[in-house]
């Protein structure tokens, strides 16, 4: 008996892939890895210049969108599906980590705010407006960017950017479950610190603060994009159809180390 060839590298060969926040660093990576791997790719980004260009890297299609706008997040899902009939995967990836995000005792209210609008919730408009087509069709895989922070303590705290992606990781599980058997996965990504143009304007201007990160990675390098890129593939691919409401942690073994700050 003949073993049937399976060729991994068109797992999303048919897909129509929604990524926000996919101008850069982890969004553009995973762009790349989903047109790679078969996968139609829409851009959703505020930047329309990067955005534009994004898109066309992975032949795909651009839509300027501001995440925490409920109409702009609603268009871009609708648009998605009447341009190509459907959407398989979203991947809510847009999220930012400004400076005046700190400890608890810096940190005022509207920068609270705005670290909550962008990374939670965007989160929530976005798996709203993809699940209403999700439920549709019976099918969808949503992986949302959470972080290791929402499992672990920081070492440099931002207090708002920790908050909002327990958030991200709590409401993850809990549309993993309520959807399933409707044929719906939700994930939440966990990352590490990830070498993205975010991470590197942050720790550029502030060194001792990168060293205090990198001191918690066993193998004492952060992530590159494309790492993580690879797990959102698995993610989004039938490989994975078995993986919901998880904690996928993609973190180089930080939440397996015991080590002190420095």
Known sequence: MSVPKIDLTQRLAGKIAVITGGASGIGLATAQRFAAEGATVVIG????????????????????VNVTDKEQVDNLFDTTVQRYGKVDIAFNNAGIS?????????TELPAWDLVQDVNLKSVYLCCRAALRHMTKQGSGS??????????????????????????VLAMSRELGVQFARQGIRVNALCPGPVNTPLLKE??????????????????????????????VAFLASDDASFVNASTFLVDGGIS??????I
């Not at 400004?98 to 810096?106: F, G, K």
């Not at 990168?210 to 066993?218: E, G």
């Not at 397996?256 to 700050?261: D, R």
């Open 256 to 261: 397996g180390a015991y080590v002190t700050a």
């Open 98 to 106: 400004p400076a005046s995000d700190d400890s608890i005792e810096t």
């Open 202 to 231: 942050l720790f550029a201007s502030d060194p001792e603060r990168a060293q205090r990160r990198l001191v918690h990675v066993p193998r004492g390098s952060f992530a590159e994009p494309e790492e993580l890129a690879a797990a």
């Open 45 to 64: 980004d505020l930047d329309p210049v990067a955005g534009q260009a994004a898109a066309e890297l992975v032949d795909g299609f651009f839509i300027e």
């Open 142 to 167: 949503i992986i949302n960017t959470a972080s290791f922070v929402a499992v672990l303590g920081s070492a440099t705290s931002q207090i708002s950017y920790t908050a909002s992606k327990g958030g």
